[in-house]
């Protein structure tokens, strides 16, 4: 189809997509929202949903200006070429796509959304949420779209012809057709969403410190069903995320279908794995848990590896993702609910074992180790960047608004201390089952005899 007409069939798929990815952002607040204590259940589940509304509207205002705007030194795009989504009206489409132009901004808010929303899991338990407000609107703007434009809007870790692959392995091509030779593969998000949010995620836990209790107390999580219906939120959802990435209902869109599915699988099994043979028992939080591995791992690699490769990569991201959890406690970052482990080491290992697994380029296939060399670079790179970038937004805060709530409201539980309501209302919910208890009817008491009754019955005989 013609570049420069609508396609319907694109932007179907888009839209459905966007929906999907929309999803995964309440699917992670009942994931994360079962896996904290049951006293800050709702604080956990409101950051989820803060993020969209924060991130939505930083998105439309300038964050897709920065992401997918003209290029500015191969690190951000001009914040004022798409100032408010201004200009754009519902028939514009984006250039060579057939997609309008709102649809794909759509499509790509949802991405900013979920990975500012990913990073709160590390800190669970313990911060203001105005601070948290105040982060996601400064994350999105300074750290998340400036690397969604270094990867994905032709800047310095993309693959266009003034790239650090390009500076590391010549380009092909010539004049304005020029790419790098060896372009970095981030098919949906390993570096721009996962490392990027994986490594915010540490800093931030870091920068505010452990929880009370933590590495003594049990904080075990308090609604496991919830835990693994989120995680099966996610898996669906995720599919508008690499799937979604394809563009259109096509055969990439298929096969990233097909190895988000195994790889998933695949991560599941090998969590499950590292339990039974570490614990002695497999856990349903651990099998969640890989599940959230793989899609993760999979996420940069969707359409560059084989559904073999798939399997292959799921297993070893849920098995290192497996090792790598229970380290928090023997280095004493209080990483709550596993951003780290999960989330950066997941979307390391899918950085770079694409270098070795992709058909087309990867040391496995015959293709030499450029690949590998371009996804490792380009992976310090992206923590590097979000490192730098997520300490000074959160010194800033931590400066000014600060991040901790008081010790007693710790203690007593932020849903309560600072929500002023409850996940559960237990005491509430015991004296309505009182109320509806069933009244006992007590028989009324036999009437004292009279003298007939004491008279005796006839027996034999005329009996009238």
Not at 54 to 75: K, L, P, R
Not at 174 to 185: K, L, R, Y
Not at 341 to 360: A, K
Request: hydrophobic share 55%; with cysteine; glycine share 12%.
């Amino acid at each position: 189809m013609d570049p420069f007409t609508l396609d319907t069939g694109a932007t179907a798929w888009l839209l459905m997509s966007a929906s999907l990815v929309l999803l995964m952002t309440p699917a992670l607040a009942l994931f994360y929202g079962g896996m904290v204590r049951a006293r800050t259940v709702l604080n956990m589940m409101l950051m989820s949903f803060t993020a969209i509304a924060v991130g939505a509207i930083v998105w439309t205002v300038c964050g897709y200006s920065i992401a997918f705007g003209s290029d500015i030194g191969g690190i951000i795009g001009d914040p004022l070429s798409h100032l408010g989504l201004h200009g754009e009206d519902a028939e514009s489409l984006l250039a060579g796509s057939g997609v309008p132009f709102l649809v794909a901004a759509g499509f790509q808010m949802t991405f900013a959304i979920i990975g500012a929303a990913l990073i709160s899991g590390a800190i669970a338990d313990r911060v203001r949420l105005r601070t948290w407000v105040l982060f996601v609107a400064a994350w999105i703007p300074l750290c998340y779209a400036p690397l969604a434009h270094m990867v994905w809007g032709g800047g310095i870790l993309s693959g266009s012809a003034d790239s650090l692959a390009a500076w590391m392995f010549g380009t092909t091509g010539s004049g304005a057709d020029a790419v790098a030779a060896v372009a970095p593969i981030d098919f949906a998000g390993g570096t721009v969403v996962h490392i990027n949010a994986g490594m915010a995620g540490l800093v931030l836990a870091l920068v505010v410190g452990p929880r009370l209790g933590f590495g003594t107390d049990a904080m075990k999580p308090h609604n496991l069903p919830l835990v693994m219906l989120g995680a099966a939120l996610l898996w669906f959802g995720w599919f508008g995320f690499n799937a979604g990435s394809a563009g259109t209902a096509d055969a990439t869109a298929g096969l990233a279908w097909v190895t988000t599915t195994v790889a998933t699988a695949a991560a599941a099994l090998g969590w499950a794995l590292v339990e039974r043979i570490r614990d002695r028992h497999v856990t349903s939080l651990g099998v969640a848990s890989g599940i959230v591995a793989g899609l993760v791992a999979i996420t940069p690699a969707a359409a560059a590896v084989s559904p073999l490769g798939a399997i292959a990569l799921g297993a070893v991201a849920g098995a290192v993702c497996a090792l790598v959890v229970p380290l928090k406690h023997r280095v004493g970052i209080d990483d709550s609910l596993d951003v780290v482990g999960v989330h950066l080491t997941g979307g390391i290992v899918g950085t770079v074992l694409v270098g070795l697994l992709s058909v087309d380029t990867g040391l496995l296939y015959g293709h030499g180790a450029a690949q590998l060399v371009v996804q490792t670079v380009v992976a310090i790179a992206a923590i590097i960047v979000s490192g730098v970038v997520t300490l000074a937004i959160a010194l800033v805060l931590r400066a000014t608004v600060g991040w901790r709530i008081t010790p007693a409201e710790e203690r007593a539980g932020i849903d309560i201390s600072r929500h002023a309501e409850a996940g559960y209302d237990l005491v509430g919910s015991l004296a309505s089952r009182r109320d509806r208890r069933p009244v006992r009817i007590e028989p009324a008491p036999a009437p004292a005899p009279t003298a007939a009754d004491r008279t005796p019955a006839p027996t034999g005989g005329d009996v009238r």
